[in-house]
């Protein structure tokens, strides 16, 4: 069965500071890789992609995602946090079957930005 | 367009009562639509898929149901409320290449 696991429920980083969020998949060939960054009281956002080719990819907000096929992980980082970065984020892999392709997704990282 | 409604943003409703929630799709004809679960403190879970008018499939067995009576038209229902169906639902529409589009959310608490 396919999986997508968020090891951190909660992470608190001080502004400026660097982040990474960790995301590792299990499947059977490699996924369609998601980040999703959702804030509160909101739906979802589209952060990045990686589907081939370049395995670091770069999406909105200065946000950008590595993909290691020999850790199963795909990772999103962020060089410097801002305060508006304060949101849920969330891993997520697609499935595809004949009814269509369905987002798998992960439980989740809440991220805390101190002042 | 890719612009998905859903209402209403949030709702109180007492158990045993039933449940309505509604979501539109603008843009292009039979989209595949989702409609995802966020409970307090969890991940997403999703709940129901559809491919096409009257075309539902269920990844949880629940006290909740769908239907797609129209094209771009998705609802979410619910004979009798229980207090565990409180959280955050959202509907979802494919957008090429697996990505989803989200709508806004509705917020459901059952009392």
């Known amino acids: 069965a396919q999986s997508v696991t968020q090891p951190d429920i909660h992470i608190t980083v001080s502004e400026g500071a660097s982040l990474e969020l960790r995301c590792n998949y299990s499947?059977?060939?490699?996924?369609?890789l998601f980040w999703y960054v959702q804030s509160p009281g909101q739906g979802l956002q589209l952060l990045l992609k990686y589907f081939s080719g370049d395995t670091l990819v770069q999406g909105i907000k200065g946000f950008e995602a590595e993909f290691k096929r020999s850790q199963s992980s795909f990772n999103l980082r962020k060089p410097s946090v801002h305060w508006s970065d304060a949101a849920e984020y969330f891993c997520?892999?697609?499935?595809?079957?004949?009814?269509?392709?369905?987002?798998?997704f992960g439980g989740g990282t809440r991220l805390m930005v101190k002042p | 367009s890719q612009t998905i409604h859903q209402w209403p943003a949030t709702l109180v409703q007492p158990v045993g009562s039933p449940l309505s929630l509604e979501c539109t799709v603008e843009?292009?004809?039979?989209?595949?639509l989702y409609w995802y679960r966020q409970a307090a403190g969890r991940g997403l879970q999703l709940l129901f898929y559809?491919?096409?008018?009257?075309?539902i499939s269920s990844e949880v067995p629940q006290n909740l149901s769908a239907s797609r009576p129209q094209d771009r038209q998705f609802i979410l229902s619910s004979k009798k409320l229980l207090l565990s169906d409180s959280g955050f639902y959202l509907c979802?529409?494919?957008?090429?290449?697996?990505?989803?589009?989200f709508g806004q959310g509705t917020r459901l608490t059952v009392v």
């Open positions: 843009g292009t004809s039979n989209p595949n």
């Open positions: 979802a529409r494919e957008a090429g290449l697996a990505e989803a589009f």
């Open positions: 997520a892999v697609v499935l595809f079957n004949n009814a269509g392709n369905m987002l798998t």
């Open positions: 559809s491919v096409g008018i009257g075309q």
């Open positions: 499947y059977g060939a490699t996924p369609y």
